[in-house]
């Protein structure tokens, strides 16, 4: 059986701890290298942080986290009800200007890619967004046809 | 475990009256506010040179980088133009380190947000809380 976790719950930002504690369960359940929980963790948290803040304008919030494996691959969904919106299309900052010369904040998006190999975004036909965090080759065949 | 985050404060003298703020928890979303109203409150009653300790804080998210920058802010809010246009030479040539905000034992974690944002670029980071109070002047 290929491993798999998910957390749901009506959220504010009170629950991103909540949030960051179930991956850091799910990673060590999971076997991950501690470097790779630490980029997990980073990523949801900066994902969800976004749904809260842009996409429920930080009123409580249904949201659902998927961690799970795929293949090789460890694959992370990040599901919501809020506003349809795709942060994949979001211009990244300028960072060829110094930090303390850009606007504060906006830097949530950059540090999710740095963190993982690929993100994607759907649009759910019911509404809501679907966001896929995927970090490549994470597992080894033996734990891909067995799981563990 | 992640935790909400605590801040406690203290005053040193180095060179200079430096405020440290003792922060234990996570930065994040949740409590990035609560860093910045504490700076700015240090700041009304006269903080000039700030500080963090960043020994317990096991997670810091964009939003932290967000406080540290607003608070960067607070504390060049009073230098005079020429001082500012001196600042900005420095920081597009990549020489200025904050005179005023300095950062104390980042953790690995920690230390990687900041450099992917860049802000390891103007933010001096220390490892010794002595030499850290006394380098402000």
Redesign the interface.
């Given at each position: 059986m290929p491993l798999s976790a998910s957390l749901s719950l009506v959220a504010?930002?009170?629950d991103?701890?909540?949030i960051?504690?179930f991956i850091?369960e799910t990673g060590k359940k999971f076997g991950l290298d501690p470097e790779l929980i630490?980029q997990v963790?980073?990523a949801v948290?900066?994902a969800v942080?976004n749904v809260?803040?842009h996409g429920y304008r930080n009123q409580p919030g249904w949201v659902e986290v998927i961690i799970q494996q795929e293949q090789l691959d460890l694959m992370g969904y990040i599901i919501d009800k809020s506003m349809p919106f795709d942060p994949t299309q979001v211009p990244p900052p300028d960072?060829s200007i110094?930090?303390?010369?850009r606007s504060?904040?906006?830097?949530?998006l950059?540090?999710i890619k740095?963190a993982l190999d690929e993100l994607r975004y759907e649009a759910p036909p019911a509404g809501g967004n679907r966001l896929i965090m995927i970090w490549q080759n994470v597992f080894d065949n033996s734990t891909a046809t067995n799981g563990s | 475990m992640a935790s909400p985050l605590k801040i406690t404060v203290s005053q040193e003298q180095g060179q200079v009256p430096v405020t440290v703020f003792y922060l234990v928890g996570d930065i994040d979303g949740s409590s990035y506010e609560e860093l910045q109203t504490q700076a700015k409150s240090a700041y009304e009653a006269g903080t000039q040179y700030l500080l963090l300790d960043l020994t317990k804080v096991k997670y810091m998210s964009s939003a932290g980088l967000r406080a540290l920058h607003n608070i960067f802010d607070l504390l060049n809010a009073k230098a005079s133009e020429e001082v500012q246009k001196k600042m900005k030479r420095g920081i597009l040539d990549g020489s200025y380190k904050s005179p005023y905000l300095k950062l104390l034992n980042p953790s690995r974690d920690v230390t990687r947000t900041l450099s992917t944002s860049g802000f390891d670029m103007f933010l001096e980071i220390h490892t010794n809380a002595k030499t850290a109070v006394a380098s402000f002047n």
């Open positions: 504010t930002k009170k991103l701890t909540e960051r504690d850091e630490a963790r980073l948290d900066e942080a809260l803040e960072l110094p930090a303390p010369l504060p904040g906006g830097m949530g950059t540090l740095q | -």
